[in-house]
């Protein structure tokens, strides 16, 4: 996903090139036909440090052109799956998937597109001085328990922070209209600089044993600007 705010008025693709964009990555140009992997850790956009499922009869799920709905939308636009993706019982745990991708291979292959488990968009925030540390983020519309995760990749600079941080899976300890504070690994996030930044929600998910992962219509979502 990539946070535009509130204002279209950006420098990039144009919306045309946008769709077209997403439309090629999802094989809707019939060019490059594309897998749906899952994994339990993300990397970088260069598409190192993914830590993909392996084992317990997990096999990347192929995808055709019917399987997408088109790219449609403006800053940004959008393109989500119509049909649903459903991967192989797990024969032996496939652990915590947090976010999925698209590979041009059944296996290996390389990397064309990520996002994080869940259809929500990127919030603009700020964060207080404080301990705990208090995110800003008007009507965002999250809940106590919630997994968020906060970036400065669209721009913004990160805060200081002691006790724990402000990367990987933090977890809602409270909530209010505008604003609310954070957990990582159980211990409260405090802040020794104030800070801003991207926050999303996103749904980790445990694959136990026996189950059958399936993702219906809309569950997996590309943003491009």
Not at 191 to 207: A, E, M
């Amino acid at each position: 996903m990539a946070f535009t705010g509130d204002d279209e008025r950006m420098t990039g693709y144009t919306d045309y090139f946008a769709r077209k964009s997403l439309n090629a990555a999802t094989g809707q140009d019939g060019v490059v036909p594309t897998w749906v992997a899952l994994f339990t850790a993300v990397g970088v956009d260069a598409g190192t440090g993914f830590t993909e499922v392996t084992g317990g009869s997990y096999a990347r799920v192929s995808t055709s052109t019917s399987t997408w709905n088109a790219a449609t939308g403006s800053a940004p636009s959008t393109i989500s799956n119509a049909l649903a993706i459903t991967f192989p019982t797990a024969s032996a745990s496939w652990g915590t998937i947090i976010a999925w991708g698209l590979y041009d291979a059944a296996t290996a292959g390389n990397l064309i597109a990520w996002d994080y488990m869940g259809n929500f968009n990127w919030l603009p925030a700020t964060v207080s001085l404080a301990s705990p540390g208090v995110i800003t983020s008007p009507a965002h519309g999250y809940s106590v328990g919630n997994t968020v995760i906060f970036s400065t990749e669209y721009g913004g600079v990160a805060p200081s922070f002691s006790a724990s941080n402000f990367t990987g899976q933090l977890v809602l300890a409270h909530a209010a209209t505008d604003t609310f504070d954070v957990t990582n690994a159980s211990t409260a996030v405090n802040t020794s600089s104030t800070g801003d930044g991207s926050v999303r929600k996103i749904l980790p998910t445990v694959v136990g044993t026996g189950a059958t992962p399936s993702y219906g219509s809309g569950a997996l979502a590309l943003y491009c600007t």
